[in-house]
């Protein structure tokens, strides 16, 4: 499929009206908030914020949760910088040189190079998203029944790398949700499974509900045990971009990891966290002043906030051509897709070509909007972090509720919402993953009805999985990404080990 | 930790057997050869051999991690306590009683466990918030919240 400019410059003119425009603004900011309270991930802030789209047209919809997405990846960086307290995971890596540098009086230039930072890297991830996602989908269009079924395999195999700490609880976490994904009727017969008799249950579990449990009332759980001392904010903000010399001195950084990022969010499975964490690990190692970096060394601070912001372009870039989220938040973004009625993957390219390059626009615009929102509230944002969580904590419960029901007004969907609610709680308690549910929720059914297909098409002959050349080559992609992941899983957890303790230290010092 | 994966492991272990005696009373496929019951079958054989690694790993002493023990006496188990309590019964009021009264309810409630005593914040945030969610949903998305007690009013 060529790149259509024409089709582009209409889409830009489509998202450029007073009324998209004012989605993405409300989208970013509400994004920005919700990454800069600590605790609240953007996988939370969207799945919270899905049901406002409920009922609105396509576009504005997801406009708004594209700004929401690009809003949270930054908002992460303003906790980090001014209360070392990462928003985000994402933001992780931000705390090491962008608290040291608050403590030193230059939280104004910290956030500055924040901002600007995650603008050039969300700008070039757009970019590359822009122009990869149609070729890739291209490819897929020939897809059939036993190229999905491959392809939810290899979606599946990176199940590992999202595992946390603990392989084998991953694997769990994974193989159940591919379970729940079993809940409700069988694809092909229409076999009613696991229903418990319960017609709300016949067609499994409600996706939104369910996410909005797992990621947003688990947390509510979480945080009504903490102890509720709100920090405050004494730094002062007198910087709204950052100075030519710090941009020169970090140019190469933000290029180096704005492609890092893009790389990295692409890849199914791995989020802005490990996207952050690599390109900062690089960064020191290409420095010529490695010995800076945990001391309030701007240019690490870029290296991060750049890579986690541009990896949501890279993460865009299956969800949209092949129909599997690049991360959790991607994975959310699937569901709210799905309610809107459009189904990502190639044939969302031959079907609604217009949304899709409208959602590259409001992608790009969503950037803009990060960076000038952000410089506008950048004292706002700052105080946002000293909100009230004896407030915050039951309003995101009471949010997440309405949430759920909205969508289908049924009562059985707040239940939903309830009980992996304490599922979510209890997982995370005893460091049991949740991205693998949420991947497997997805991917489960997409595995489990191509191959029940291929099966129909075969007569019943599995050698039809391994016939067509695409499916064999996705097939080996996902054994090599099992072995990869096995063998980097130890790999990547000792320099996650090694950097989070540099970040204890950076707390602690 | 090591209690703590034993259960984990256990749990595993029976929510695979579980879906596999379901499986058993799902029909077979004569022509595609494998039927409903085919993929949970796999999928619970599979969360069954990493429930036993678990299980099996934890009792060799090799658990990863350490987790806090609950103590009924520690404040913040009891406020997660009650949080899961006054959570069930808005979720079960929501309907009967409606979306306003049972959220300002809750609000100010779960206000007062996670510590608020002043009671000005506590009369004026829960129907504040309650009200702008409501507008937002009801009014402005045309999303029906459940009305309840309120129903000839709103």
Excluded at chain 1, 300 to 323: D, F, Q, R, Y
Aim: net charge neutral; glycine share 10%; charged share 15%.
């Amino acid at each position: 499929m060529e790149f259509n400019w024409g089709l582009m410059f209409s889409s830009y003119a489509a998202v450029f009206t007073p009324g998209i425009l004012f989605m993405i603004c409300v989208g970013t900011t509400a994004g920005i908030v919700i990454g800069a309270l600590p605790g609240l991930t953007a996988t939370m802030g969207v799945a919270l914020l899905v049901p406002l789209t409920f009922g609105r047209p396509p576009l504005e919809s997801l406009s708004m949760l594209m700004g929401i997405y690009c809003g949270a990846m930054y908002g992460g960086a303003i906790s980090a910088i001014l209360i070392r307290t990462p928003g985000t995971p994402a933001a992780a890596a931000t705390v090491m040189e962008g608290y040291p540098m608050a403590k030193r009086g230059e939280a104004g230039r910290a956030m500055a190079m924040a901002l600007f930072a995650s603008f050039f890297g969300g700008v070039v991830g757009a970019v590359i998203m822009t122009f990869a996602s149609p070729f890739i989908s291209s490819i897929a269009l020939e897809f059939g029944p036993v190229e999905y079924f491959a392809l939810a395999i290899f979606g599946l195999s990176v199940i590992i790398s999202i595992s946390g700490r603990s392989l084998i609880k991953g694997m769990m976490a994974g193989f159940f949700g591919l379970l729940i994904s079993a809940i409700g009727f069988d694809p092909i017969s229409g076999f009613p499974r696991f229903t418990f008799g319960m017609v709300e249950m016949m067609e499994g579990p409600p996706f939104i509900p369910t996410l909005i449990g797992l990621f947003a009332v688990s947390e509510v759980f979480n945080e009504v045990q903490k102890s509720g001392v709100t920090q405050q904010v004494k730094a002062k903000l007198d910087q709204y971009l950052p100075s030519w010399q710090d941009i020169k001195y970090c140019f190469r950084e933000l290029c180096r990891s704005s492609i890092i990022g893009t790389v990295i969010g692409a890849i199914p499975g791995a989020g802005g966290d490990i996207a952050a964490f690599i390109s900062y690990g690089e960064a020191k190692r290409a420095s010529k002043n490695p010995e800076r970096y945990g001391h309030g060394e701007i240019e690490g601070l870029a290296a991060s906030e750049c890579a986690n912001n541009s990896c949501s372009g890279g993460a865009m870039i299956p969800l949209l051509s092949l129909g599997v989220p690049g991360d959790a938040v991607t994975a959310v973004l699937l569901g709210a897709f799905v309610i809107q009625g459009l189904q990502p993957g190639p044939m969302l390219y031959k079907e609604h070509i217009d949304i899709v390059y409208q959602i590259f626009a409001s992608m790009m615009l969503a950037q803009f909007a990060m960076q000038f929102i952000g410089m506008a509230g950048i004292q706002l944002f700052a105080r946002v972090i000293m909100v009230d969580r004896a407030i915050l904590t039951p309003a995101i419960f009471v949010l997440s509720v309405v949430g759920a029901f909205a969508m289908r007004s049924n009562i059985f969907d707040v239940y939903t919402t309830l009980a992996f609610g304490i599922l979510g709680y209890v997982m995370t308690r005893y460091d049991y993953p949740l991205s693998p549910i949420l991947l497997a929720l997805i991917l489960g059914p997409m595995a489990e009805a191509n191959l029940r297909r291929a099966m129909v098409i075969s007569g019943g002959d599995p050698s039809i999985l391994v016939s067509r050349p695409i499916a064999i080559g996705l097939m080996v992609l996902a054994v090599i990404s099992l072995i990869l992941s096995i063998r980097g899983h130890q790999k990547v957890e000792a320099r996650m080990a090694e950097m989070e303790a540099q970040f204890e230290k950076a707390v602690a010092d | 930790m090591k209690i703590a994966d034993i259960v984990g492991g256990l749990v595993g272990i029976l929510i695979g057997l579980y879906a596999i005696w379901e499986g058993t009373k799902m029909p077979t496929d004569v022509v595609m050869k494998i039927g409903p019951s085919f993929f949970p079958n796999f999928l619970a054989g599979f969360l069954i051999l990493f429930s036993v690694v678990l299980v099996i790993n934890a009792v060799r002493g090799k658990s990863k991690g350490t987790v806090e023990p609950m103590r009924l006496a520690d404040k913040g188990v009891q406020r997660g306590l009650i949080t899961l309590a006054a959570s069930l019964v808005f979720c079960v009021i929501l309907e009967p009683v409606g979306f306003i009264p049972s959220s300002i309810a809750f609000l100010a409630f779960m206000m007062v466990v996670m510590g608020k005593r002043k009671p000005i914040p506590i009369l004026i945030a829960p129907p504040l918030i309650t009200v702008s969610v409501w507008l937002v949903f009801e009014k402005i998305l045309n999303l029906s919240m459940p009305a309840g007690l309120l129903a000839d009013m709103l």
